[in-house]
């Protein structure tokens, strides 16, 4: 089975009507009957990558038990419980980080990790409006955290990677600042503000507002990594069938901070892909698909990812972003927005020489 094939299965799994309910038990996919240990392995390697592994395993293994496929069935079982222990043992982490913060007074905000629940993300991200020396000493004083070594990337965005004895799991916040250049103030200024109480597992965090949360992960996809993951795909999805998402207020918000057409976008993309595998998208207003810049149709499919293009797609909805900035005069936000492609050409150029990004991206 191929990388692109086992996307495509993984799609199939995820995003069929009943998100696996509708789908006869029967028979398991062909693709997953006859498969090799090490294929399978493979495959759960592209979920793990993609976020998806408790997703998707809990409804192969439904599959594949109503299919008495017994092995096959020994492995889903064998790989959903290594991953439900690996959350677990990061949650409990994440909830004592957040604890401990609420007890110092600090107001932390949970980001883009747990969009993905009952899945989690590889590292556990914060947002807070604090000093960062004075989070740095605290995270040292109070888990025995040591920064990890920061890329140029890193600096920009003003966020630190702590590692944390007995935790697998990066524990990154973000201070004072969004976006990969941390030209994102305006949204950073109100997230702790929206931010709500969210019911996850046996805790309670801080999460992002719906609006908030798909402006980062548009941040995070459309202006940053220019690539999807199939969680993305899901996880809004799921947000946008339970009827939360206040498109009014999305518009508002992503008008001031400069990336309207981007959230536009990065919808009608997962609208398109919704559509090609559960035969309907989602009903995005006509002002959504007014603002778009392109669709499901430019994504492709490359290295474990759906692919955004960046030329001339991505580079566009970049232009877009910084001549707003320009146009309200928030230079020092632009200045700082502007040094994102020569980063990215730096990265580029050390990929090519070294084998590695590392400390530039």
Not at 181 to 202: C, F, H, K, N, V
Not at 213 to 238: E, G, K, N, P, W
């Amino acid at each position: 089975m191929s990388d692109s094939s086992a996307m495509v299965l993984l799609s199939r799994l995820l995003l069929q009507p009943g998100g696996g309910e509708a789908r006869s038990f029967s028979a398991a996919p062909f693709e997953v009957a006859e498969i090799s240990k090490e294929k399978f392995d493979a495959l759960v390697a592209l979920a793990n990558t993609n976020h998806v592994v408790v997703r998707s395993l809990e409804v192969l293994l439904r599959m594949l038990r109503g299919a008495q496929q017994g092995i096959c069935a020994e492995w889903a079982a064998g790989a959903l419980q290594t991953e439900r222990r690996r959350i677990d043992h990061a949650m409990s982490f994440l909830h004592a980080i957040c604890a401990a913060f609420a007890e110092e007074g600090y107001e932390a905000t949970v980001i883009k990790s747990l969009d993905h629940w009952p899945d989690l993300g590889s590292d556990l991200d914060l947002y807070i409006n604090a000093n960062p020396e004075e989070i740095c000493r605290f995270m040292s004083r109070r888990f025995q955290a040591r920064i990890a070594p920061r890329s140029w990337g890193d600096r920009l965005a003003c966020k630190w990677n702590f590692l944390i004895p007995g935790l697998p799991e990066a524990v990154e916040i973000h201070m004072g600042r969004l976006g990969q250049t941390g030209e994102q103030m305006a949204i950073a200024s109100w997230l702790p503000g929206r931010a709500r109480l969210g019911r996850i597992g046996d805790y309670t965090f801080r999460v992002p507002a719906i609006s908030d949360r798909l402006m980062i992960s548009t941040l995070q996809r459309m202006y940053r990594h220019f690539y999807f993951r199939l969680c993305d795909i899901v996880d809004t999805a799921t947000i946008a069938s339970s009827d939360a998402i206040d498109y009014d207020d999305l518009r508002s918000s992503a008008i001031t901070a400069g990336i309207w057409e981007g959230v536009a976008t990065y919808l009608t993309i997962v609208s398109d892909y919704l559509r090609q595998y559960r035969g309907s998208g989602i009903e995005l207003p006509s002002f959504v698909t007014a603002a778009s810049r392109f669709g499901g149709k430019d994504v492709y499919f490359g290295r474990g990812f759906l692919r955004i293009p960046i030329m001339p797609q991505s580079a566009k909805l970049y232009g877009s972003q910084l001549s707003e900035l320009l146009r309200k005069r928030q230079l020092q936000n632009s200045a700082r927005l502007g040094l994102l492609p020569w980063l990215a050409t730096a990265a580029l150029v050390g990929q090519r020489i070294t084998g590695s990004d590392k400390g530039i991206w």
